[in-house]
């Protein structure tokens, strides 16, 4: 497994930016797929963004394409969201994670069960 660290969140007003940062440590980062999911209260965690093991292959949910921006440096072992002109309903807490896959092929990202690896969390608060 990879240990993960979420870092970056905070309070920000609707139309501000925010970057979220990933830091992994343990099995090879450089060889895995990973994703961003998000949880606001009495909601079930949701899919947000995906990247393949070298970052040259991406997926968004359609409530933050064109918004959102995953990225992935596997020489600090670091994966970024990058978030643009937030929206009061993007509130919730972020998740990182890792899969023991590389690629996207076939979809799977959108499941969390397919991720074996996870981070505690930062809370992301958009205020209108």
Do not use: H
Not at 35 to 51: L, T
Request: charged fraction near 20%; aromatic fraction near 12%.
């Amino acid at each position: 497994q990879v240990q993960l660290v979420e870092s970056g969140g905070g309070l920000v007003q609707a139309g501000g930016s925010l970057t979220l940062s990933c830091a992994a440590s343990g099995r090879t980062f450089r060889s895995s797929a990973m994703g961003w999911f998000r949880q606001a209260p009495g909601k079930e965690r949701e899919f947000v963004a995906a990247i393949n093991w070298n970052g040259d292959s991406t997926a968004y949910a359609d409530s933050v394409k064109g918004r959102f921006t995953i990225s992935k440096d596997n020489a600090k072992n670091t994966m970024y969201l990058q978030m643009n002109n937030l929206k009061p309903e993007d509130t919730a807490v972020y998740y990182c994670a890792a899969a023991p896959r590389a690629s996207l092929i076939d979809r799977w990202y959108y499941r969390s069960n397919n991720y074996d690896s996870w981070g505690q969390g930062t809370q992301v608060t958009v205020s209108s």
